[in-house]
């Protein structure tokens, strides 16, 4: 079952041209129509679905700068910033709140990375506190379970995944955007070898520039035209609990993650807890996964199921007059794996004796989106003039979102780029550089 999500009207009419058009309504593509529109832009935002269905609605909803890749990390701290005064300039609340991030381990070498990862976070200034177990024990105190140690994250955050993309996308509309969901969009309109617009279910948008923010759906959009795109899902399960007593705001152990959400449930979790479903764009791309598939292959299991014959990596070709894979799938919304539901419940109520009689309100599944190195691309694409890409985010996209979003209308309106965008360049996964080679943009 999907999560609960706000859900917000779409407009009537396709507009016959617009300066920017944005696919997919996740919290990517909706900051980003938001951003544009907000500089005088005309903009199409197009959904085949509904706004934040996917992925944007389905994770954890922290917003954390810790333990982020270096070449994210700037990203994360632009986006916290945007964050704090997100809600206020739209009018809606995101549920953000700076509760800071609490991390506890009773793994010597998980406290040792996480204390390397703070040369990191010295160069770039970010608060950041490693915690004796008794320090970490003190601050779980509820659970009554001892730790070796932890960190917290004392300037990071969560928000509410079901708010966050269509209070974007409104707020975009508040600013001229058209959004249109149910509208799914088939292809590219390509003149002179440049982008000329986007073609979709109900007709053809003009436009000077195309933005691809599709999520899981990205990499067979672009393989319509021709171009690569090294992207790989795996299928985890989230749930859910009904209003419990407040015990944590946001915490990660290696059993369970816990995030408490405004309505005083919580969203439970276990990291890296995945499945690698087998696909033909699996296969494909099978060689530059490798690296990170060998690491994580402890934390993913291996299975073959529908998504090998429909989905965003399944085989396929159709026309611009067809009906194509974005519409025969709406909404991406996988069957939660029963046994992760019981296991993860367990162990939160193994954590914190309180949750002994809480209950399961939702649970759902969701497919998270990965390239081989495990850095988004936020970029144009060189050998498409006016095509732009913003997907790829593995498991990062909501607490960057915002930033990300902001770039790519950055790098479209030729704005100076909020951060460093070479490391988001499409060119390094396609151009034979080794994953987390950074080359030139």
């Known amino acids: 079952m999907s999560p609960r999500l706000e859900r917000i009207a779409s407009d009537d009419r396709l507009p016959e041209r617009v300066d920017v058009a944005v696919i997919g309504g996740g919290i990517v593509g909706s900051a980003a129509a938001y951003f544009l529109a907000k500089r005088g832009l005309s903009i199409a935002l197009v959904e085949k679905g509904v706004i934040g269905g996917e992925q944007s609605s389905r994770n954890w909803g922290w917003c954390r700068q ?55 976070a010295k160069q770039f200034g970010v608060e950041t506190k490693m915690l004796s177990g008794a320090e970490t024990s003190a601050l779980t105190s509820s659970s009554g379970r001892q730790w070796l140690g932890g960190v917290h994250s004392l300037s990071d955050g969560k928000a509410e995944p079901a708010l966050t993309a269509p ?11 058209t959004i249109l969901q149910g509208c799914a969009a088939r292809g590219l309109d390509i003149s002179n070898g440049a982008v000329s617009g986007v073609i979709t279910e109900k007709g053809l948008t003009r436009a000077g520039a195309v933005l691809c923010s599709g999520g899981a759906w990205a990499s067979a959009f672009c393989r319509r035209h021709g171009v690569p795109f090294p992207q790989a899902s795996v299928r985890s399960t989230i749930l859910r609990t009904k209003p419990a007593p407040n015990l944590t705001e946001a915490l990660y152990t290696p059993d369970c993650a816990l995030t408490r959400r405004l309505d005083g449930s919580y969203t439970l979790a276990i990291s890296g807890k995945a499945t690698l479903e087998v696909t033909p764009q699996g296969l494909r791309y099978a060689r530059q996964f490798l690296p990170m598939f060998v690491k994580r292959l402890k934390a993913v299991e291996l299975g073959i199921g529908r998504s090998f014959v429909s989905g965003p990596e399944a085989l396929g070709s159709w026309g611009m007059d067809e ?12 069957e939660p794996n029963a046994r992760a539901v019981a296991l993860t ?17 939702e649970s759902w599944g969701a497919y998270i ?14 050998a498409l003039p006016g095509f732009f890409l913003a997907a790829g985010f593995s498991g990062h996209g909501f607490g960057i979102g915002p930033a990300a979003g902001h770039l790519a209308a950055d790098l479209i309106s030729g704005a100076e780029p909020i951060v460093d965008p ?20």
């Open 167 to 177: 209070a974007l996308a409104h707020g975009a509309r508040l600013n001229g955007a």
């Open 369 to 382: 989106d990965s390239t081989p190195d495990a850095v988004p691309v936020i970029s144009p694409v060189a």
């Open 422 to 441: 070479r490391p988001f360049r499409h060119a390094r996964l396609v151009d034979g550089s080794k994953p987390g080679e950074i080359g030139e943009f």
């Open 345 to 361: 419940l367990a162990r939160a109520r193994a954590l914190f004796p309180a949750l002994q009689s809480v209950e399961v309100a």
């Open 66 to 120: 810790q333990n982020r890749d270096a070449r994210e990390l700037p990203l994360a701290m632009r986006g916290l910033e945007l964050w704090d005064r997100l809600g206020g300039e739209i009018g809606r609340d995101l549920g953000f709140r700076r509760t800071g991030l609490l991390y506890a381990s009773n793994d010597a070498a998980q406290i040792a990375q996480w204390e390397r990862w703070r040369e990191t």
């Open 323 to 334: 009906v194509s894979p974005f519409e025969r799938i709406r909404v991406l919304d996988p």
